[in-house]
C-alpha cells in the first residue's frame, strides 16, 4: 500500500493548497481498485499519536491547510 499526494505533503503556517491523499494498493506489482470500487478505504486523521477520528472514506480524501494545525498523520485503513 502506498498513499501518494501530487501536490505536495507540507503546509507552511496553516497555508498553502488543498492536498488529495490517495491510496495505492498493489499485488503482485501490480496496481489493484484502479476505480476505487473493490476495496473499502477508511482514513483516520492523528495528531502526536493520538486519533482524532474519521478524516473521510474512499480511494482519495483532500486535505485543507486550516485542518492541519502543526503536525498530522493520516493512515488509510483498507479492507476486502
Known amino acids: 500500500i502506498s498513499v501518494i499526494s501530487l501536490q505536495g505533503n507540507t503546509f507552511l503556517n496553516g497555508t498553502g493548497t488543498i492536498k488529495t491523499l490517495k491510496a495505492i494498493v498493489f499485488q503482485g506489482g501490480a496496481e489493484v481498485d484502479i476505480g476505487g470500487t473493490e476495496l473499502t478505504y477508511n482514513w483516520t486523521k492523528y495528531v502526536a499519536g493520538a486519533s482524532q477520528g474519521s478524516a473521510g472514506t474512499g480511494k482519495t480524501i483532500t486535505v485543507n491547510a486550516s485542518e492541519v494545525a502543526t ?5 488509510c485503513d483498507i479492507t476486502e
Do not use: F, K
Not at 503536525?71 to 493512515?75: F, G, H, I, K, S
Open 71 to 75: 503536525e498530522a498523520t493520516y493512515v
